[in-house]
Nanobody, 118 residues
């Protein structure tokens, strides 16, 4: 129900843009990431309408989350670092909830897209 695109490889200092398309209207949308052997962690989230945002401290000032409508979200990643290497997942909520980077607040998940920074 969520399809991500835009992952790939980049050099440190470079940029990538991830896209996410949902099959239905959503409420909050977010991006999480996961590396092998570690828990999935939140990167950024955005509300519908007013577009309130929240970011993990590790990406503040480098990543920007945005959305086109109730079905799409984007993650612009600039000044990439090797530590940003991970599988990135799009997530979406199907009801009104607080805007926090907690996996349990999101109902829909994409299959993930690999981002590799060298």
């Amino acid at each position: 129900q969520l399809v991500e695109s835009g992952g790939g490889s980049a050099q440190a200092g470079g940029s990538l843009r991830l896209s996410c398309v949902a099959s239905e209207d959503t409420f909050n949308m977010a991006w999480f990431r996961q590396v092998p052997g570690r828990a999935r962690t939140g990167v950024a989230a955005i509300s519908p309408g007013s577009g309130m945002t929240t970011y993990d401290d590790s990406v503040k000032g480098r990543f920007t989350i945005s959305r086109g409508d109730r079905k799409t979200a984007y993650l612009q990643m600039d000044n990439l670092k090797p530590d940003d290497t991970a599988v990135y997942f799009c997530a979406a909520g199907t009801s009104v909830r607080a805007l926090f980077l907690r996996p349990g607040l999101f109902d829909l998940w994409g299959q993930g897209t690999q981002v590799t920074v060298s």
